[in-house]
């Protein structure tokens, strides 16, 4: 029989599965941009990336039932609440400005395509070909 505060429990609980439900999102994915559909700087984000001819997963916590917990559980990873959240090989590199800045200052682009090569390579030994 258990005895205590049990929302403690089942939030705990709930918080782990959000976050490795971000974390396996942001690991099966190059290019992530957590977002809400109605956000002018995450319009910006996904138009930036849409011209660039880059594929990225949107997640938009407007549509979700829990994403204010989504954002909250963002809020810890990255140190802001605010949207977008732009995660690139598995790295938090920043929002829409964030994202902009390193477009023009050729960084973006390497970044996506060092993950795409780590993903060939990574298909290809799991496929048993050297």
């Known amino acids: 029989m258990l005895m205590g505060n049990n929302a403690s429990a089942t939030t705990a609980i709930s918080n782990t599965a959000i976050t490795n439900q971000i974390k396996d999102t942001i690991s099966d994915n190059c290019v992530v941009i957590f977002s809400k559909s109605t956000c002018s700087y995450c319009k910006m984000a996904k138009k930036l990336f849409q011209e660039m001819n880059v594929n990225y997963k949107a997640i938009e916590l407007d549509r979700y039932e829990n994403g204010n917990h989504f954002q909250d559980i963002l809020h810890q990873m990255t140190g802001s609440r605010t949207v977008p959240r732009i995660f690139i090989n598995g790295n938090f590199v920043g929002g ?35």
Not at 96 to 106: C, I, K, N, P, S
């Open 96 to 130: 829409a400005t964030d994202t902009q800045q390193l477009h023009r200052e050729g960084k973006l682009l390497p970044l996506v395509y060092q993950c795409q090569i780590q993903r060939e390579r990574n298909s290809v030994h799991s496929s048993g070909f050297p």
